[in-house]
């Protein structure tokens, strides 16, 4: 019966969360950040991960000063050992890991033409094969208890691939197919497997994409004239972009299923661009898609 107290007002509205350990990759902004606040919120002890280290660091103490119910470990998701310290420490912390939250990842930008092959290497690396390597260390102690969850962040652009995007469009792409095949392996061992397709959220995701391919950018060639159309396209979706909570609500959502769906998608701009990936001929989407001037 509620008593008033927050911790049995918690219990009540999300009972599924309560005590859950789940981690976080990317948490260290955008919707990484809103979907810690929200996990925290409803009652899980979640691990934070992301590169910036002190910016990890004061948004652990913010989301809980006594550290009880959150633990940040600083790392890159590309890197081997720091995959192994995140699961390690989270082990030694919290004692189990109920959920994983793939969620770190970042964009290219630039023509096909342009990208040179390394840079199409690290995108795959963070947003595939990081991804991967992360979820094979988790996945043993959750086949073997029979329950576990992993939520991958995917996105609209792992079903409609956009040109100047097409580098992280792929790898978003690929995760569909992963997260497809991945959760009808799981199936049987009772670990649930679901994909979130975000659409257009005002996050650093737009700077970060930027400085990543700042050098391709800033040398497009023959691509200029199509360039700046395609920049202004990027700025008039701004003022549709959603914000991070409507994913992390997502999330939220998926991770206290007991069958989650296979995908959500999100905020509703999302759910009309997949709407019309649908019923439109493949011809008159690559029109709307194709490079103009
Ligand atoms: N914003 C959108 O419109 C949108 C749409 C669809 C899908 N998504 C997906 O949503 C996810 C989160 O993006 P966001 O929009 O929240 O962008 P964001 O604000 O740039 O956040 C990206 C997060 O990923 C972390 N990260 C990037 N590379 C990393 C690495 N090598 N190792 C560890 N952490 C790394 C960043 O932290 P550090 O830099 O501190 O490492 C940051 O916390 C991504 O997978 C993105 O593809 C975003």
New binding site residues.
Partial sequence: MFNGSPTTSINLIMPQLVGQVVIV????????EATARRLVRAGAKVVI????QD?LAAFAHELDPAGENVLSVA????SEADRQQLVAATLAKFGRIDALVN?????TRGPVEMVPVDLIRKNFE??IFSLIALTQLVLPAMRERGDGCIVN?????GRIARPLSSIYDAT?HALEALTDGLRGELKPFGVRVTLIR????A???IE?ANTASSDVLANVGVYAPFYKGHQDKVKSLRSV?GV?EDIARLVEKALKSDNPAPRYSGPFHAKIFLFLKWILPNQTLAWFTQLKR
Avoid: C, W
């Fill in positions: 990759t990317g948490a260290s902004s955008g919707i990484g991960s992301a590169r910036r910016r790392g890159d998701v590309t969620n770190a990842g970042y964009g963070t947003n962040i995917g996105s609209v652009a978003k975000p659409g257009f959220i996050t650093e995701f970060a972009a991070p």
